[in-house]
């Protein structure tokens, strides 16, 4: 008799490093849990697999106490008996960006290789939704297969769990969906009845949704030990189920099988975020907004300054610290799992959480001052005060530049390299203690101040490189003067801001002649959902800013101006209080609005004081039409998503896991538009936005949620059992003082033709600034190079392919750049040149691995489809 189906029984576990137990809680388990699993790996030649979570971070957290068993992992790894890889930690696709999923498969891939093959599966069986761009990610490490759990569902083109999964370059996998999780084989019983009374109903489903009949029953679970009678319990399947196959397989078996019935798949594009079977926690991108602020702010700085910083300073001769790098990446990598990024922990692995990204953020601010030091120490000259300014970005910018100068006079000079006077303006000073210098210099009985300015100048800097300016205390300086304000707030050749009575601001665009009114409301809304989700209290009592009180001042400096707006809102303390009506807790956001005098980008910088519990606190800004989609960003690319979605008028009838809210997780940008007319809002770790508005449209981003359990049942917008477990989590409330950066962007034409996209990378790359003068805390000994006082590497045009990643090759004497389209239009062109150099490239992929013989001339136009990223290995000869 044919089988009905074949049932592939794969032993595994899933290890959740950290959850609402410690990383060191679960280590305990696991050094006991690998000894099993190594020595039934060991003696029983018929337990032929075992898949260890594909991730290696597993492996590192093993030999950190148990280095002795290296080889008996290595042996098993290449004897193709345990499976590992290929990430290093199972990341989430919603809230990180594209560059820290690249290094979390380049570590783990990385980590694999030394003992043996890695699983080329993109395999993240509980990562909440999948970002359409991982297909081409996958692609770029020689990975054709993947495997999920969450957010799929009819609407996206298939109710078959295995299809063909092609992202908008044409990248493709075959994927296989795992439509009842990774965990429905676990803990088998032996008895008839209790295997009848789990899998009846399981295979009917399985069976259904499949294409092929290739079933899939994983053994294994949530830090689940192996089980030890599982050959019983098959025996027993086969009893119980004569008219089914069943074996022991790795997932390569089953897709192997699946890719012999190709031509019967289908093929699906895009993401998968849909709660319809499964839960996808869609608003989980604003639990503990304090670290996912942290976790956006320390991942610019790793990607966008300081890899591209250590590049330049590699090009001079300087060492390009790869073991720093890497141990700061794996830091922030193991945050990026599902649940510790997504902050469904307790607020003891929170803290946790929070100590890695410091470190990470020490070690990466300790790395930048040190490469900055390297160069500026080593130019001709050194003995001199200097101000050496580096634009990490591929084109010229003109910057405004906020920075400080010290040194031991009333007054200073600045000059540019051929002795022409720059002008500045001094917005505060102050006197230091000269041992905050160097306490060599206290130690020495030298006891006068040092004066510290805060400086502000106006400079074009170099695409790419940097510009040195010399600083000459005792002389006088060129000191620019506050132009003459109009009686506006705020205002410039390109806005007109003024101050409405309730505290919120109309905006007027003078070049497109659009009016921005009522923006910076802040709303606060109840909260009566968990770390997982959002969801509103049942008795609703929204709130707003217009209805509080509200204070402003206004500071003018030469090249910018600042408005403060201070405002506060009584608000219920808690959810008990917004059903009574009443509201003995206080809200207050201080807002700094900065223009400069040439600009036209607008930024927000918020500080959050909440004194609150269970609301959730957003900040509106409208737009003067009604918008039909949102443009947003993801990784290596865009996409428009709904501002509505039909399927919320049909979920509960439907009988959804979660309501389909039309909330928005984005990485750097969302942009409404109408004709040719648009407003980009570019932030900082503020990832979650959702157009609201009847007769107009209005951005509202998320600042903050504050929930007390970590999982809560019966929620209004996810009925039913709880998400993880009613811990409490009083962390969660997020009380206290929060720091938020947003800044918004008009545009005339095509959002991403017009360089929206490499506008808001330039706003998240800040101009780094170093002050070099005669007295240093650490010292350093000169080198036998000599660095230029000014310097560009190479340039890229500010619109057209987008820059991701400048950094040196793992394993070459090369620099690797990644550029990638940022675009929906069928190619795009970019020219890249280098500067002063005579570079050799080869095309590789993401791993940085060769893709054959063929290069690029720098100079010739580079062409991309849609969504697409390509990646360089250059060799430069002087």
Same mark, same amino acid.
């Given at each position: 008799?044919?089988?009905?189906?074949?049932?592939?029984?794969?032993?595994?576990?899933?290890?959740?490093?950290?959850?609402?137990?410690?990383?060191?809680?679960?280590?305990?388990?696991?050094?006991?849990?690998?000894?099993?699993?190594?020595?039934?790996?060991?003696?029983?030649?018929?337990?032929?697999?075992?898949?260890?979570?594909?991730?290696?971070?597993?492996?590192?957290?093993?030999?950190?106490?148990?280095?002795?068993?290296?080889?008996?992992?290595?042996?098993?790894?290449?004897?193709?008996?345990?499976?590992?890889?290929?990430?290093?930690?199972?990341?989430?696709?919603?809230?990180?960006?594209?560059?820290?999923?690249?290094?979390?498969?380049?570590?783990?891939?990385?980590?694999?290789?030394? #003992?043996?093959?890695?699983?080329?599966?993109?395999? %993240?069986?509980?990562?909440?939704?999948?970002?359409?761009?991982?297909?081409?990610?996958?692609?770029?490490?020689?990975?054709?297969?993947?495997?999920?759990?969450?957010?799929?569902?009819?609407?996206?083109?298939?109710?078959?769990?295995?299809?063909?999964?092609?992202?908008?370059?044409?990248?493709?996998?075959?994927?296989?969906?795992?439509?009842?999780?990774?965990?429905?084989?676990?803990?088998?019983?032996?008895?008839?009845?209790?295997?009848?009374?789990?899998?009846?109903?399981?295979?009917?489903?399985?069976?259904?949704?499949?294409?092929?009949?290739?079933?899939?029953?994983?053994?294994?679970?949530?830090?689940?030990?192996?089980?030890?009678?599982?050959?019983?319990?098959?025996?027993?399947?086969?009893?119980?189920?004569?008219?089914?196959?069943?074996?022991?397989?790795? #997932?390569?078996?089953?897709?192997?099988?699946?890719?012999?019935?190709?031509?019967?798949?289908?093929?699906?594009?895009?993401?998968?975020?849909?709660?319809?079977?499964?839960?996808?926690?869609?608003? +989980?991108?604003?639990?503990?907004?304090?670290?996912?602020?942290?976790?956006?702010?320390?991942?610019?700085?790793?990607?966008?300054?300081?890899?591209?910083?250590?590049?330049?300073?590699?090009?001079?001769?300087?060492?390009?610290?790869?073991?720093?790098?890497?141990?700061?990446?794996?830091?922030?990598?193991?945050?990026?799992?599902?649940?510790?990024?997504?902050?469904?922990?307790?607020?003891?692995?929170?803290?946790?959480?929070?100590?890695?990204?410091?470190?990470?953020?020490?070690?990466?601010?300790?790395?930048?001052?040190?490469?900055?030091?390297?160069?500026?120490?080593?130019?001709?000259? *050194?003995?001199?005060?200097?101000?050496?300014?580096?634009?990490?970005?591929?084109?010229?910018?003109?910057?405004?530049?906020?920075?400080?100068?010290?040194?031991?006079?009333?007054?200073?000079?600045?000059?540019?390299?051929?002795?022409?006077?720059?002008?500045?303006? +001094?917005?505060?000073?102050?006197?230091?203690?000269?041992?905050?210098?160097?306490?060599?210099?206290?130690?020495?009985?030298?006891?006068?101040?040092?004066?510290?300015?805060?400086?502000?100048?106006?400079?074009?800097?170099?695409?790419?490189?940097?510009?040195?300016?010399?600083?000459?205390?005792?002389?006088?300086?060129?000191?620019?003067?506050?132009?003459?304000?109009?009686?506006?707030?705020?205002?410039?050749?390109?806005?007109?801001?003024?101050?409405?009575?309730?505290?919120?601001?109309?905006?007027?665009?003078?070049?497109?002649?659009?009016?921005?009114?009522?923006? %910076?409301?802040?709303?606060?809304?109840?909260?009566?959902?968990?770390?997982?989700?959002?969801?509103?209290?049942?008795?609703?009592? %929204?709130?707003?800013?217009?209805?509080?009180?509200?204070?402003?001042?206004?500071?003018?400096?030469?090249?910018?101006?600042?408005?403060?707006?201070?405002?506060?809102?009584?608000?219920?303390?808690?959810?008990?209080?917004?059903?009574?009506?009443?509201?003995?807790?206080?809200?207050?956001?201080?807002?700094?609005?900065?223009?400069?005098?040439?600009?036209?980008?607008?930024?927000?910088?918020?500080?959050?004081?909440?004194?609150?519990?269970?609301?959730?606190?957003?900040?509106?800004?409208?737009?003067?039409?009604?918008?039909?989609?949102?443009?947003?960003?993801?990784?290596?690319?865009?996409?428009?998503?709904?501002?509505?979605?039909?399927?919320?008028?049909?979920?509960?009838?439907?009988?959804?896991?979660?309501?389909?809210?039309?909330?928005?997780?984005?990485?750097?940008?969302?942009?409404?538009?109408?004709?040719?007319?648009?407003?980009?809002?570019?932030?900082?770790?503020?990832?979650?936005?959702?157009?609201?508005?009847?007769?107009?449209?209005?951005?509202?981003?998320?600042?903050?949620?504050?929930?007390?359990?970590?999982?809560?049942?019966?929620?209004?917008?996810?009925?039913?059992?709880?998400?993880?477990?009613?811990?409490?989590?009083?962390?969660?409330?997020?009380?206290?003082?929060?720091?938020?950066? #947003?800044? %918004?962007?008009?545009?005339?034409? *095509?959002?991403?033709?017009?360089?929206?996209?490499?506008?808001?990378?330039?706003?998240?790359?800040?101009?780094?600034?170093?002050?070099?003068?005669?007295?240093?805390?650490?010292?350093?000994?000169?080198?036998?190079?000599?660095?230029?006082?000014?310097? *560009?590497?190479?340039?890229?045009?500010?619109?057209?392919?987008?820059?991701?990643?400048?950094?040196?090759?793992?394993?070459?004497?090369?620099?690797?750049?990644?550029? #990638?389209?940022?675009?929906?239009?069928?190619?795009?062109? *970019?020219?890249?040149?280098?500067?002063?150099?005579?570079?050799?490239?080869?095309?590789?992929?993401?791993?940085?691995?060769?893709?054959?013989?063929?290069?690029?001339?720098?100079?010739?136009?580079?062409?991309?489809?849609?969504?697409?990223?390509?990646?360089?290995?250059?060799?430069?000869?002087?």
């Amino acid at each position: 008799m044919k089988a009905v189906s074949r049932v592939h029984i794969t032993p595994h576990m899933h290890w959740d490093r950290e959850w609402y137990f410690t990383t060191e809680e679960s280590r305990i388990l696991l050094v006991n849990n690998m000894e099993e699993i190594l020595t039934r790996l060991e003696q029983d030649p018929e337990y032929k697999y075992y898949v260890l979570d594909g991730q290696t971070a597993i492996l590192e957290d093993y030999f950190a106490v148990k280095p002795e068993n290296h080889t008996r992992v290595k042996a098993l790894v290449q004897a193709g008996k345990l499976i590992i890889g290929p990430w290093y930690t199972q990341t989430d696709t919603t809230v990180v960006a594209g560059e820290s999923i690249v290094r979390n498969l380049m570590y783990g891939m990385r980590d694999c290789l030394s #003992f043996g093959e890695p699983m080329k599966i993109g395999y %993240l069986p509980d990562s909440f939704g999948m970002s359409g761009q991982l297909p081409h990610i996958y692609n770029g490490f020689g990975i054709k297969r993947a495997m999920f759990w969450r957010g799929c569902s009819e609407r996206h083109g298939t109710d078959k769990t295995e299809f063909l999964w092609r992202s908008q370059d044409g990248s493709e996998v075959t994927a296989q969906v795992l439509p009842l999780g990774y965990a429905i084989g676990k803990y088998l019983p032996e008895d008839e009845a209790g295997l009848r009374k789990r899998l009846d109903n399981y295979f009917e489903v399985l069976e259904k949704a499949s294409q092929t009949n290739e079933i899939l029953l994983p053994n294994g679970h949530d830090q689940m030990p192996l089980q030890q009678n599982i050959f019983a319990v098959m025996d027993k399947l086969r009893e119980i189920y004569p008219q089914r196959e069943f074996v022991i397989s790795r #997932f390569e078996e089953i897709f192997e099988r699946i890719e012999q019935q190709r031509d019967a798949l289908a093929t699906l594009t895009g993401e998968f975020n849909d709660g319809k079977y499964m839960r996808v926690h869609r608003t +989980i991108g604003s639990t503990r907004m304090d670290i996912k602020i942290a976790h956006a702010r320390i991942e610019n700085k790793i990607v966008n300054v300081l890899e591209p910083l250590a590049a330049l300073a590699w090009t001079l001769g300087f060492e390009y610290h790869h073991g720093l790098l890497e141990k700061m990446w794996k830091e922030i990598l193991k945050n990026h799992a599902h649940d510790s990024i997504g902050c469904c922990c307790s607020d003891k692995v929170h803290r946790e959480i929070m100590s890695r990204f410091w470190l990470a953020e020490d070690m990466a601010d300790s790395l930048v001052t040190f490469y900055m030091r390297k160069i500026v120490d080593n130019m001709a000259h *050194s003995e001199g005060d200097k101000l050496t300014l580096f634009n990490l970005m591929p084109w010229p910018r003109d910057e405004v530049i906020n920075t400080t100068i010290r040194l031991r006079a009333s007054q200073f000079r600045l000059t540019d390299s051929d002795g022409q006077d720059v002008a500045y303006f +001094i917005r505060d000073k102050r006197e230091i203690d000269p041992g905050l210098v160097d306490r060599q210099i206290v130690h020495y009985g030298n006891y006068e101040p040092f004066m510290e300015y805060d400086v502000q100048l106006c400079q074009v800097l170099p695409a790419m490189g940097w510009l040195t300016l010399h600083v000459l205390p005792g002389a006088e300086g060129q000191q620019a003067n506050v132009p003459e304000q109009s009686d506006a707030l705020l205002e410039n050749n390109a806005w007109r801001i003024t101050l409405n009575a309730d505290g919120t601001l109309k905006m007027e665009d003078k070049e497109s002649g659009l009016v921005y009114d009522r923006v %910076l409301e802040f709303e606060d809304g109840s909260d009566d959902g968990d770390e997982y989700d959002y969801s509103p209290s049942r008795e609703e009592w %929204l709130l707003t800013s217009a209805k509080g009180t509200h204070q402003h001042s206004v500071k003018h400096d030469a090249w910018q101006s600042r408005a403060l707006i201070r405002s506060t809102l009584a608000v219920p303390l808690n959810l008990a209080e917004r059903s009574a009506r009443q509201a003995s807790g206080s809200l207050a956001c201080e807002t700094t609005i900065t223009l400069s005098h040439h600009g036209r980008r607008v930024e927000f910088d918020v500080k959050v004081l909440n004194q609150a519990d269970d609301h959730r606190v957003r900040v509106r800004i409208p737009v003067p039409y009604k918008a039909e989609s949102v443009l947003t960003d993801t990784q290596f690319g865009s996409l428009n998503r709904p501002v509505q979605d039909p399927a919320m008028n049909v979920w509960q009838a439907e009988g959804w896991k979660e309501a389909p809210v039309p909330v928005w997780n984005f990485l750097n940008y969302a942009a409404l538009q109408q004709g040719p007319n648009g407003l980009a809002l570019f932030t900082e770790g503020l990832r979650e936005v959702e157009i609201i508005g009847e007769t107009q449209s209005a951005f509202a981003l998320t600042l903050l949620r504050g929930v007390g359990l970590l999982g809560k049942d019966d929620l209004l917008l996810r009925p039913g059992r709880p998400s993880g477990i009613k811990m409490p989590v009083p962390d969660s409330q997020v009380r206290g003082e929060l720091h938020c950066r #947003f800044s %918004l962007l008009p545009f005339s034409g *095509s959002a991403l033709n017009v360089g929206v996209a490499q506008q808001a990378r330039s706003w998240l790359t800040p101009v780094q600034c170093y002050n070099k003068i005669p007295w240093d805390a650490m010292k350093l000994n000169r080198t036998a190079i000599t660095a230029p006082e000014t310097f *560009s590497l190479c340039t890229l045009p500010a619109t057209g392919c987008q820059l991701s990643a400048l950094k040196k090759a793992e394993d070459d004497e090369a620099l690797i750049i990644r550029l #990638f389209n940022p675009s929906d239009s069928e190619c795009c062109e *970019s020219v890249m040149r280098f500067n002063h150099h005579h570079p050799v490239c080869v095309e590789t992929g993401m791993d940085e691995e060769p893709l054959g013989e063929g290069g690029h001339i720098p100079g010739e136009p580079l062409r991309f489809r849609p969504g697409q990223s390509r990646t360089w290995r250059i060799r430069i000869d002087e």
